[in-house]
C-alpha cells in the first residue's frame, strides 16, 4: 500500500471511529428518553441478567454481557438495587462471586418498558434499515465487537421475561 492509500484509509478508520462514537452517544441519549423509569443501560442490563442462565448472573458475566468493565456493570448493578428491581445475594456455585437476580418489581419495569423501547424506539431507529442491511449492519458490529479476538456473547437467544404475580401489578 502506497502513502496515499494509506492516508485515504486512515481518514476513513478516523470518520468511521468518530461517526460510531457520535451513533452510539446520540443511541444512548435517544434510548433513555424511550425506556421509562430506566436508562437504556438499566434496561440492557436487566435484559443481559435474564440472557444469563439463572445462578450464574455474577457481575463478571453480566459485564462480559454488556462488554462493559466490572465497575461499569457494578454502577449499573447498584442504581437499580437502589430502584429495588434486582437482588444481590451471595453466589451459590462462587463465594467470591455475588449472584443477581429480578425482582418482581424488576421484572414489571422491564417488561414494561422493554416492550415500549421495543415497538417505539427501535422502530424509530431502524424504520429506513431494510432485512439485509440490518443484517449486515449486525455482521459488521460483531466483526468490529471481535477486533480482540474476543466473540460477542450477545442477545441472539430469544429470552422471555418471566410472569409478574397479580399482586405487584396492582
Known sequence: MDNKEFNELQYIIDQTYASLMAVSNKLQTAGDSYSGDLTSKQLLTLLAILHIPEGDATIINISGKLGTTKQNATRIIKSLEKKKYISVMLSENDKRAV???LTEVGIRSLSKNAKYAKKNFMNDIFNDFNKEELETLWKLLKKLYSYDG????????????PNISAEVLE
Open 99 to 101: 449472584n443477581v437476580v
Open 150 to 161: 474476543v466473540p460477542m456473547d450477545g442477545f441472539e437467544e430469544k429470552v422471555k421475561i
